[in-house]
């Protein structure tokens, strides 16, 4: 019953976060949990627990607002105990979606042997907790996921620079923090 309670006032605070919008938005991100291989937002107002209809989603992200410091300070609050905070920066191949815009070149690995590791798209910085220690897991707590702009290396120090302030201020100090970098690409580790 103690799990429960705290999941519950975990999910209480998580939706006093959410100072706009909060009941729609609540509701799609449950949605986003329960329906992971979600192929579009249609498929994710269709959703059991989406209880709005399909615009509704749209509206949601439209009008939300989240108090992005309150909503860390309750992620780094329940992180559990012996984990460590990696960064990563993962690119999101938008090859054929020629309108959009800040699309870059971004460090993207391949295995077919002679091609380049690259491809055009999004680049985003990402700062989340994963065990230190114990059996290999795909388990990890994402805190910060932001976007990078057009100038890759520098935004990409730039976004991690300002997560990793972010996280140092609600935690008290980076000396409490343990941090890992787990992926040195072109935007984190080059000169």
Known sequence: MDNLNT??????AAYD????????LFELTDAIMLTPAANSFVELSLSPVFRRRWPSVYE?????AIDQEALLRLYLAHR?????LIID???????SARTLPERTFEHHPTKIKGNKPITIGLGYSTLAF???EGPPTSWALPVLHERIGRVPRRES?????HGLCAV??????????RIWVCSLCQGHGGP
């Open 130 to 132: 994963a065990p230190a």
């Open 157 to 161: 120090r730039r976004a991690t620079a």
């Open 7 to 12: 999941l519950t006032a975990f999910r209480q």
């Open 80 to 84: 559990p105990e012996g984990t460590v």
């Open 168 to 177: 140092a201020r609600t935690t008290g100090g980076a000396a409490r923090l």
């Open 60 to 64: 949601a992200i439209d009008d939300a």
């Open 17 to 24: 976060c959410f100072t706009q919008a909060q009941d729609a």
């Open 89 to 95: 920066h993962t690119a999101w191949p938008r090859l």
